[in-house]
């Protein structure tokens, strides 16, 4: 505790009973928020020294917080953070959401995966990158490059948030919210497609170095400050676990690697 709080907490001198004064409860709330900060402050620099400038990329279906936990983690220690749709949106002048109605998805991805090998060209960044970003095999050529921390919490939590958000702004969630003017029906139509979209995801996501749940504070989801201690001491215990510190390690299990001809342009042609 700092001498500050100490002195907010210290009694009265006088001995006559008195309630505290409202300015002083926020004096101490706010000092001791300034104690957590500091505290996540040199927390966030000193795994940052162990990471030696490898860079974080977040990664986890919408609505999990990458951009959010992105900018505040990043703050913490002391790197610098990017977001590959806000900086799609730099380039392009579109949002997502626009590019998806204008130019479709596969070539939204494209945009996306540029974006992506323009960023990993960097060090000591944090990047939170779209909830998409997993699907293109060639991605995690550069996801690889970093340390990769998914971000994990129930289907519930992420539809109640992307609903809050607006589902307008999420592409392959907009035909899902805004048909029906009932909370429950829509909650449970944002679900279902949260659940779609993990079960062909799901194979790529657990590639992650690391896994952060976003669980529980009254089932409203850990607080922003609460998620980034989680990944700080998951980053400090793996980074301290491992031999090689310059890059983590994370054996595929059999039955995780399938290899496909995407294009179909690698096989036997047929009248070959
Ligand atoms: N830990 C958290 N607690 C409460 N709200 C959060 C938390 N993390 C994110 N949010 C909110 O959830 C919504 C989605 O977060 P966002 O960072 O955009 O997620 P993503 O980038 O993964 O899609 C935003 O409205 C954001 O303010
Ligand atoms: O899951 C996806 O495919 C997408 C997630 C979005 O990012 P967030 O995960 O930040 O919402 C955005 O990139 C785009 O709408 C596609």
Known sequence: MSASTMRAFAPAPCA?????????????????????TSAQYLRGRAVADKLVGTSVFLIGIMGTGKSTVGAALAKAMGYKHLDTDELIQGVTKKTPAELFAELGESEFRAIESLILA???????????????????????????????????????????RVLADGVEKRPLLASE?????????QMARVVARIEKLLEARESMYKQADLTVPLGSRDDAG???????????????????????????KNEPKDGDITVTDPRGELGPKPNA
Do not use: F
């Not at 006559?16 to 957590?36: E, G, N």
């Not at 779209?130 to 994990?152: A, D, K, Q, S």
């Not at 919210?177 to 029906?185: A, F, K, R, Y």
């Not at 980053?235 to 510190?245: C, G, I, K, M, Y």
């Open 16 to 36: 006559r009973p008195r309630s505290v004064s409202r300015s002083t409860t926020r004096r101490v709330a706010l000092a001791a928020a300034a104690d957590a």
């Open 118 to 160: 323009e960023v990993a060209a960097y060090k000591n960044c944090v990047v939170s990158t779209g909830g998409g970003i997993v699907c293109e095999r060639t991605n995690w050529m550069h996801l690889h490059n970093g340390v990769t921390v998914r971000l994990h919490g129930e289907n519930e939590l992420l539809a109640k």
């Open 177 to 185: 919210g805004g048909e029906s003017d009932d909370e429950s029906e």
């Open 222 to 248: 850990a607080p922003v400050d609460v998620v980034i201690d989680r990944i700080l001491e998951a980053l400090d215990a793996r980074v301290s676990e491992d031999a090689v510190q310059s890059k983590l």
